[in-house]
């Protein structure tokens, strides 16, 4: 010992001590602490920006008034603060909380803008053990919580890594037999139908097919129309991809008796099909779905029935295609690569509050059902599944009033793109996914509403419904 | 054999047939035709973009009235053709050049929108070899020209990878004690006396930091100002990494008393630095430049010329931090990573039409000096280095005038945001860098010009100045 310090200059000794114990540090964290990597992504326009801004806020800020009841941790006590912590991946994109958090609590609060990419914010949750023993052990413990939010492209692209190119070709086709895809792919098709598979693959031939396919894409996923079952997801938000050969290609009929000739535009096609497969699907798989902990699957369910039954369908062929990632079977792809270590699921319904609060339990019934008819739970090995209905910002609130001898209940709140607030009647939420006969067009029109605080908040922390009991299902576990 | 025919479908056999046809094709290219890697890449504003495409087009159509008689190849009437074929790297983007073309060659031409990404094309070159040897082993060669186009940004981030964290701080610090650099840098400089590096690190601390310092470094790369040794380069050009960790740091003043705290801002920066080299910096040294053949760097000489004394000095500094890339000595960090390949770079000044024909000498020794004056050519092992003058698509003529009582050159063209042909006296290049003294205010101001053809050109592709002898330098040794 002596012969350390002998011949040290002071501070350098000093700054070694202080590694020692930074590195002390570290293997207490890795002993004591926990880390949770939870997902969150959604389809379009869920709202998947303002759920992680008002997750993280609520956390940061749940000793100075919380409005977390819903969570344990915080029911019990138990919360001893939360902070941001520097990001373990350096090359993914930061979540841009503060900037989110502006533009939701200015004074004139307005949505904020989100990205189509990838990004992370790692949050330490201080909190006392509920075991008594555990306390003992340690009087605090420290939840590491990765957020890491992505777009649902990426993840409506892993089932394009169990089909081959002409399966994935005839099962796109397919879908664009039936409205509204079958209007939106007409400029498409109508392109491929002078263009030979078979002669010498060119990237002047290539290039316009895929760019009319990209079209076709873009222009389902507008918000009018809304459908989220597009695939490959990069070509839409190709991002450092855009122009590549593997974001160059497009679906093609299944191939008569001239076959697949090598060199030709099919094969060409085809290989680009692999490395898409490759390179973006399994890319995404092995660098980041395999090492997520936890998954919120956001969904824009009003939106869905305000569109109609083929965009309500699509969101059904969406969340049918996700759920597939988790059948774990012995044959599965997935688990073979690289087995998802994912074991709580929640699929969430948001802007709840657009509708008023009789309706939330229809909302969740609605969606279970739509969950579960894709999908039988017991085949999830491992996985819990569940669904809930949630509003990240609550801009409403619930008013009864008598109409004609009955009571109703009204949303009172500032419609998008209104200055003034507004009491408005939503309407109801069928409890069962409407069959064919009972959509009319004009049976659902939920309104939108910009983010002001309805009068009835009276938290610091700005209302929401049920965030703290998906905070509980995705976390509350490792808060104990 | 009767057994592999045996009870085979008619067209699986085809099929398979096909498939040992292309594979041998494939064997016979790898044996008789070769593949050369020629990267192009420029500091501000060189003309690039421009340079790729009319090399590109130039070749595709050097049979219709050839324009490249400084081609070994042409000239001696052995080119047999050039196609643009299927590029083998399917994820980088590739060159747009039928965009660019039409943009260069439009009844009103404009200049192409160059984008801040890597991409590529390939070519196949046909040709008749020039040895009677190999004319009679093949009749025909093909050499296949991959053309990688890639931002002179990402070029001088490879010096970063022989400096530490504190030897890069303290490069960029003494850079930012000189004109232009310290008025620009002042606000940055000034926001971080506020800054304690010692001090925890915290994200709401280093993102304000280096969002200064990326904006000192957009300010020095505006046209105006025009500096090319701005480290690190994906501050400027981030693409899919923006707002990243690895882009969240900036120089940090040499530390005191107080060393290195763990955990400190100083620390974390110094871990993103090193983030920085790694998936970067070494990322492109291992994705490409390690695989590159062939290099021409272009040069907006009349640029920096016009800009004055310290823009010169830059682009100075530029080429010297460029040419260390290729000291391959024993103890080069580089060649111990990943040795380059590359045998031959050339350092083009490009717009060599915006001055007259008589200036282009002076414009090529001047060129030669600044490259020599940074490195001793001799200490290359196995690197050809050449520099030239060059225009990719010569947009005036010279015309030769008496002007009281001498002969002065002009040149002929339509002034950059004019409609009408002017003839302007350029001004002359000095041969010599200039001399402190010798700067003032108004010494140079070359004028840039449209991309109208000039009254004199009459061949059926745009005419170029020395467009032929760099592409000689670069492939001729290949088309032989």
């Known amino acids: 010992m002596i012969s350390f310090f002998k011949d040290k200059h002071p501070e350098r000794l000093a700054r070694q001590l202080g590694q020692v114990v930074h590195q002390l540090d570290d293997l207490v964290h890795l002993t004591l602490n926990r880390t949770v990597r939870l997902a969150v992504t959604g389809l379009n ?33 138990r919360l ?50 509920a075991g008594l023993m555990s306390r003992k052990l340690a009087p605090s413990s420290t939840l590491y919580l990765d957020i890491i939010d992505y777009p649902g492209e990426w993840l409506l692209d892993l089932p394009m890594l169990k089909l081959t190119f002409e399966e994935w070709s005839e099962q796109t086709l397919r879908l664009c037999e039936e409205e509204p895809r079958r209007t939106l792919a007409a400029h498409w098709r109508a392109h491929m139908a002078g263009v030979d598979p078979s002669a010498p693959a060119e990237e002047a031939i290539m290039r316009p097919a895929a760019e009319r396919y990209t079209d076709f894409l873009m222009s389902c996923k507008q918000s009018k129309i809304g459908l989220s079952f597009l695939q ?3 070509f839409t938000i190709p991002g450092d991809l855009k122009g590549a050969p593997l974001l160059t290609f497009c679906p093609l009929a299944r191939p008569g008796a001239e076959g697949v000739p090598p060199g030709s535009l099919r094969d060409e096609m085809a290989n680009r099909y692999a490395s898409y497969q490759k390179l973006v699907a399994e890319g995404f798989l092995k660098r980041h779905f395999s090492r997520f902990d936890r998954q919120i699957v956001l969904l824009d369910l009003l ?12 969101m059904h062929t969406s969340l049918g295609a996700i759920l597939e990632n988790f059948h774990h079977g012995p044959s599965s792809l997935l688990s073979r690569l690289f087995a998802p270590r994912i074991d709580r699921l929640l699929f969430a319904a948001t802007k709840a509050d657009y509708v008023a609060a009789n309706q939330h339990h229809n909302m969740e019934r609605l969606l279970r059902r739509l969950v579960a008819r894709s999908a039988n739970d017991a085949s999830f090995q491992g996985v819990q599944v569940q669904s809930q209905a949630l509003a990240s910002l609550r801009c409403t609130r619930t008013v009864v009033r008598e109409h004609q001898g ?19 009647f939503p309407g109801e939420i069928p409890e069962n996914v409407p069959e064919a006969d009972e959509w009319d067009m004009h049976r659902f029109h939920f309104m939108e509403f910009e983010p002001r605080r309805p009068p009835d908040a009276e938290s610091p922390t700005p209302p929401h419904i049920r965030l703290d009991q998906a905070l509980e299902f995705l976390v509350g576990d490792k808060l104990t």
Chains 1, 2 share one sequence.
């Open 232 to 234: 490959p997801g990069r």
């Open 303 to 314: 939106g869905a029935l305000n569109r109609g039954p083929s965009a309500f369908a699509d």
């Open 406 to 424: 009955r009571r109703l209940s009204f949303v009172q709140g500032t419609p998008k793109g209104r200055e003034k607030e507004t009491l408005l």
């Open 45 to 77: 326009q869920s709202g998947k920006t303002v759920f992680t801004t008002t997750l993280i806020h609520h956390l940061l800020h749940a000793l100075q008034g919380s409005n977390l009841p819903g969570m344990n941790v915080v029911a019990e006590n």
């Open 80 to 129: 001893l603060g939360t902070r941001i912590m520097l990001q373990p991946d350096r090359e993914i994109p930061t979540f841009p909380y503060e900037r989110h958090v502006r533009a939701l609590l200015a004074n004139k609060p307005v949505w904020p803008v989100p990205t189509d990419a990838i990004s992370a914010i790692r949050l330490a949750i201080r909190f006392k053990p």
